[in-house]
């Protein structure tokens, strides 16, 4: 059974940095598509803001965080990582990370496994 566990989250000002990792364990994820989606509050939609083939071949990203964000890998640790710089109010939100073993498009309906969430707020 895949299990997915996030860590990382917190509570920071405006323009700072922050790393969420997600350690997965339960399977060989040679093949996986790994991503990372947030939902801002109760009752709305999880949105995607990133993934990764587990292969490093190819990375995704939603526009809202293009060119703040990096997603990464480190296959030696089955570990993956969010580097979330010049973040802002609008990116708080619960982090979950997500896995499927097959090449995905960006929705969050067609991952199969998803961890419990870390809390990123950002605030003054």
């Known amino acids: 059974q895949v299990q997915l566990v996030e860590s990382g989250g917190g509570l920071v000002q405006p323009g700072a940095s922050l790393r969420l990792s997600c350690a997965a364990s339960?399977?060989?994820?040679?093949?996986?598509?790994m991503g990372w989606f947030r939902q801002p509050g109760p009752g709305k939609e999880r949105e995607f803001v990133a993934?990764?083939?587990?292969?490093?071949?190819?990375?995704n990203y939603a526009d809202s965080v293009k060119g703040r964000f990096t997603i990464s890998r480190d296959s030696a640790n089955d570990t993956m990582y969010l580097q979330m710089n010049s973040l802002k109010p609008e990116d708080t939100a619960v982090y979950y990370c997500?896995?499927?073993?097959?090449?995905?498009?960006?929705?969050?309906?067609?991952?199969?496994?998803w961890g419990q969430g870390t809390q990123v707020t950002v605030s003054s």
């Open positions: 339960g399977r060989t994820f040679r093949r996986y598509t």
């Open positions: 993934q990764i083939r587990w292969s490093g071949a190819s990375t």
């Open positions: 997500a896995a499927s073993p097959r090449l995905v498009a960006p929705m969050a309906l067609l991952y199969d496994y």
